[in-house]
T-cell receptor, first 113, second 114 residues
């Protein structure tokens, strides 16, 4: 397909781990990103990974990349209520020398006590 | 400035009127992007600037939409003869060069066409 795909909703209990999944489209994608959007706000860059990497860890966040399956995941350890937001996966497709990021529809993460 | 600034934050306009949305990128950021986010949807790419040039306008949905950038700084997105389907949040992002390390987004302009 031509879209970056994500599941639309994820509900977890506070303190549990959250795993948000994404499939991307272009094998030539070089950069892959996770963004967080809180209500009424713009997108905040959480983390990024280059396609020559398999994993990246940053505090409570772990990004895993499976290039063969074009699958990207974001794991949030010890999920807190403040993590409730929409999480967007994005890829940068190298086309004609421009780097245009393409975003998924976002996964709404709901954290309940 | 410290971040990407967009104005106005909210705009309500009557169908058929023209609107201008403004984006002030981070100083020194050479690339600037406009996206549209409809309620419950992902981000729809509209246009990209490198400096003051727009090498990719492929996302503009119709000829009612236009954008310009001056001084490698401020950008204006203009929507002429607005329609109800133009109602959305319009997001601007900027980056330094090829954005290897990500893009910085503004808080968006929420446009409502009534």
């Amino acid at each position: 397909g031509e879209d970056v795909e994500q599941s639309l909703f994820l509900s977890v209990r506070e303190g549990d781990s959250s795993v948000i999944n994404c499939t991307y489209t272009d094998s030539s994608s070089t950069y892959l990103y996770w963004y967080k959007q809180e209500p009424g706000a713009g997108l905040q860059l959480l983390t990024y990974i280059f396609s020559n990497m398999d994993m990246k860890q940053d505090q409570r966040l772990t990004v895993l990349l499976n290039k063969k399956d074009k699958h990207l995941s974001l794991r949030i350890a010890d999920t807190q209520t403040g993590d409730s937001a929409i999480y967007f996966c994005a890829e940068t497709i190298i086309s004609g020398g421009s780097y245009i990021p393409t975003f998924g529809r976002g996964t709404s993460l709901i954290v309940h006590p | 400035g410290a971040g990407v600034s967009q104005s106005p934050s909210n705009k309500v306009t009557e169908k058929g009127k023209d609107v201008e949305l403004r984006c002030d990128p981070i100083s020194g950021h050479t690339a600037l992007y406009w996206y549209r986010q409809r309620l419950g949807q992902g981000l729809e790419f509209l246009i990209y600037f490198q400096g003051n040039s727009a090498p990719d306008k492929s996302g503009l949905p119709s000829d009612r939409f236009s954008a310009e950038r001056t001084g490698e700084s401020v950008s204006t997105l203009t929507i002429q003869r607005t329609q109800q389907e133009d109602s959305a949040v319009y997001l601007c992002a900027s980056s330094f060069g090829r954005a290897n390390y990500g893009y910085t987004f503004g808080s968006g302009t929420r446009l409502t066409v009534v």
